[in-house]
């Protein structure tokens, strides 16, 4: 059965610090793996998807990583702004209907 | 992206009754909906697996006649919480994933539902 875990549970960061969360799952037979954000009290907000085949995917200032073999992706933030506070989540996705796997998630605080 | 929505996005009721929430996809065809509870500071927890025309697919430990599921057409799933108690009280959250020739599995989710039962 799929395990997803993030580390850190909880980060705090002066603003304009570039930052890395990271995410390990047990099984690497995944299909793609999402980064989401969640702010309070709200849904989830798609970032970045990474395909089983690719390493990488960019958007702004997130970059997402995934390495299948080691079982980790990261998700880089560059330059954070006090708007990126949120909590951040991954989940990973096997084939087919199968349902998504999250992780607990990051509780983002960067601080002005 | 694709849309999801959620309706109601908010709902107090008493014990006892029956709360339904409707999770629509706005933009594409959903063959497959997924329905998770949220607590405070916890991740999402899957609750069922919802197919347009069949019947929910439950998670363990998810009573199935007090959290029925309807998934009546390729844009609409419905949640219906039945004789809700305090314990039920909780965010709701769908997701939804396009059906056809889609190559990424990736799924859309709503605004969630914070159901407060009194």
């Known amino acids: 059965k799929q395990e997803v875990t993030q580390i850190p549970a909880a980060l705090s960061v002066p603003e304009g610090e570039n930052l890395v969360l990271n995410c390990s799952f047990t099984?690497?037979?995944?299909?793609?793996l999402q980064w989401f954000r969640q702010d309070p009290g709200k849904g989830l907000t798609s970032l970045l998807l990474?395909?089983?085949?690719?390493r990488e995917q960019t958007s702004g200032r997130l970059n997402a990583s995934l390495d299948k073999s080691s079982g980790r992706s990261t998700l880089y933030i560059a330059a954070s702004q006090p708007g990126d506070s949120a909590t951040y989540l991954c989940?990973?996705?096997?084939?087919?209907?199968?349902?998504?796997?999250f992780g607990k998630g990051t509780r983002l605080s960067v601080i002005a | 992206g694709a849309v999801v929505s959620q309706h109601p996005s908010r709902v107090i009721c008493k014990s006892g009754t029956s709360v339904k929430i409707e999770c629509r996809s706005l933009?594409?065809?959903?063959?497959?909906m997924f329905w998770y509870r949220q607590f405070p500071k916890q991740s999402l927890m899957l609750m069922a697996t919802?197919?347009?025309?069949?019947?929910?697919?439950?998670e363990q430990g998810v009573e199935k006649d007090k959290f029925l599921i309807n998934h009546a057409s390729l844009t609409l799933s419905t949640l219906t919480v039945t004789s809700a108690h305090p314990e039920d009280s909780s965010f709701y959250i769908c997701?939804?994933?396009?059906?056809?020739?889609?190559?990424?599995?990736?799924?859309?989710f709503g605004p969630g539902t914070r159901l407060t039962v009194l």
């Open positions: 990474i395909q089983s085949s690719q």
């Open positions: 919802s197919n347009e025309g069949s019947k929910a697919t439950y």
């Open positions: 099984d690497s037979a995944i299909y793609n």
């Open positions: 933009d594409f065809q959903a063959t497959t």
């Open positions: 989940a990973s996705s096997g084939s087919g209907n199968t349902p998504l796997v």
């Open positions: 997701s939804a994933r396009p059906g056809g020739a889609s190559h990424l599995n990736e799924q859309f």
